[in-house]
């Protein structure tokens, strides 16, 4: 009976230590390392003025200091994750969000000269030239595709 009771003690402890290496030795799935997008982009840039392509062709661009006069306090922030964000004066980025989806839940991509804002369900490319300092960003006002497009200049600095 003895035997019987060492036996079965010992045959519990090697099933304890297989089940605890079997356990420990468990192949962990790593999360894929999130996404960075190392474009010269990403940094924050400080809007410093919006100006019409074609001179006279923006009337109402001179209203802008009346409606938004923060609007040269704008700043974008292209996050390497591409995200973009707004800080310093909503009122701006209203304004801007009839031309461009700007805001919470936004991301960027940029594609060759294209930059392509989204947020929610809204898409939209842009034209773009970029030095290491100034960002100007290309963005049509017109909103009858039938009719040529009347273009803002929207002219950044980073920050």
Do not use: H, R
């Amino acid at each position: 009976m003895k035997i019987y009771a060492a036996l079965s003690k010992f045959t519990l402890l090697t099933f304890m230590i297989m089940s605890f290496v079997f356990t420990a030795c468990k192949d962990d799935e790593k999360e894929p390392d999130p996404q960075v997008d190392d474009n010269p982009i990403v940094g924050i840039w400080q809007l410093t003025s919006v100006s019409a392509e074609t001179p006279g062709t923006l009337p109402l661009l001179s209203q802008l200091p009346t409606v938004a006069p923060c609007y040269l306090d704008l700043k974008l922030t292209f996050k390497s994750d591409n995200i973009l964000t707004t800080a310093d004066c909503p009122v701006a980025v209203l304004a801007i969000s009839q031309l461009a989806p700007v805001g919470d839940g936004s991301t960027w991509k940029v594609n060759g000269d294209m930059l392509n804002l989204k947020s929610g369900s809204t898409s939209k490319d842009f034209k773009f030239t970029q030095t290491s300092t100034e960002l100007t960003v290309v963005a049509n006002t017109e909103t009858d595709a039938t009719k040529p497009a009347v273009n803002a200049l929207l002219k950044f600095k980073k920050l």
